[in-house]
């Protein structure tokens, strides 16, 4: 997934904490002005952030992008419907999935790849909440068995 290439821009952890994570995606993103430059200073925020199918097109909603610190009347809208590129088969096969009930478009990241800005969708399933609080007691478990090998071991 990581190669040399890629710098990241902003990662949704809410997103592996909130979902089921089944099948991951990476798109294009059409920006607009000083958006790109706001990307470069890691101005975004993309917790509350969905991904939407409208049209046969894929648009991500909910995604903050800061005006540039350095910018004129001109700066882009912070929070504003942005295309994602996808490719047809990609975007049926999404759409067959999220008309099932309860899954969902969620983005998990942005990043640079060969200087164009990317974004990591997932198709992903809302956790109950007590799905995360057995993944909360699993981790914890982890963590405990992983202390223990290493106590063992020094």
């Not at 997103?15 to 990307?39: C, P, R, W």
């Not at 995360?132 to 699993?138: I, T």
């Given at each position: 997934?990581?190669?040399?290439?890629?710098?990241?821009?902003?990662?949704?952890?809410?997103?592996?904490?909130?979902?089921?994570?089944?099948?991951?995606?990476?798109?294009?993103?059409?920006?607009?002005?000083?958006?790109?430059?706001?990307?470069?200073?890691?101005?975004?925020?993309?917790?509350?952030?969905?991904?939407?199918?409208?049209?046969?097109?894929?648009?991500?909603?909910?995604?903050?992008?800061?005006?540039?610190?350095?910018?004129?009347?001109?700066?882009?809208?912070?929070?504003?419907?942005?295309?994602?590129?996808l490719h047809k088969r990609e975007i049926r096969r999404l759409l067959a999935k999220v008309m099932e009930k309860g899954w969902t478009l969620v983005p998990l990241s942005l990043y640079f790849s060969k200087g164009k800005v990317k974004v990591r969708i997932a198709l992903a399933r809302?956790?109950?909440?007590?799905?995360?609080?057995?993944?909360?007691?699993?981790?914890?478990?982890?963590?405990?068995?992983?202390?223990?090998?290493?106590?063992?071991?020094?």
């Open positions: 997934m990581s190669s040399m290439s890629e710098r990241f821009i902003a990662r949704n952890k809410k997103a592996y904490h909130d979902f089921e994570i089944l099948e991951d995606f990476e798109a294009g993103l059409v920006l607009q002005g000083t958006e790109v430059k706001s990307l470069r200073e890691h101005r975004v925020t993309l917790k509350e952030s969905y991904a939407r199918i409208k049209g046969g097109e894929v648009w991500l909603e909910g995604c903050h992008i800061n005006p540039y610190s350095h910018g004129n009347i001109s700066n882009h809208e912070p929070v504003r419907p942005r295309k994602l590129l809302g956790k109950q909440s007590h799905d995360k609080r057995e993944a909360k007691k699993r981790r914890m478990v982890d963590r405990e068995i992983q202390a223990e090998l290493k106590r063992r071991r020094q």
